[in-house]
């Protein structure tokens, strides 16, 4: 029960934290949300695309240039903002922030009267969500801080999350309680 800013616009930040063949889902899934995004008339400017970008010049992909799910190439005017190697989970602060760079030029432009989607998908651990598999850790406490800030600076009206990753619940626990977040 609280009362909502007036609702004046939508912004979505997509991650997949996956690199290589074995994890094709993962990526495939965040470029899925992408395009019905993309349908549901959002534009490059409203969606921050973040992804390994490793699979469709892959050796093992039999569609050279493509991505497929449900037969059909979801790799189709994408436009990536950051490959993962090109960015850190502290980067990933920074861009939800809105806190640009020469690095970090792309950034959340969302303020309070903007619902905003945020949607990670990849591999975790309790508590934990992996960068990059076994390179760098997210963990739960990074995740509601981050929230946390971002409610603190007015950066959304709403914000709905979506962790799809093992263990994602743990890390849903630890941001218990922010102001107008729903997380799954």
Known sequence: DYEAEPHKGNKAVLISTSTGWDNYRHQADILSYYQL???KKFTDDDIILIIADDLVDN??????????????????????????????????????????????????????NDNVLFIWSGHGKPNTLLWDENQMTVTGNFVSDLFNQM?????YRKLFG???????????????????????
Request: hydrophobic fraction near 35%.
């Open 151 to 155: 409610y603190s600076k007015g950066k």
């Open 162 to 184: 979506i962790i799809e990753a093992c263990y994602a619940g743990s890390v849903a626990s630890a941001c218990s309680g922010i102001p107008k977040l729903l997380l799954m």
């Open 59 to 112: 050796p093992k992909n039999p569609y050279p240039g493509q991505m497929m799910k449900n037969l059909e190439n979801i790799y189709v005017d994408v436009q990536v903002d950051y490959r993962l190697d090109q960015i850190t989970p502290f980067d990933l602060k920074n861009i939800l922030l809105g806190n640009s760079s020469e690095k970090l030029p792309v950034v959340l432009d969302s303020g309070k």
């Open 37 to 39: 995004l993309k349908e």
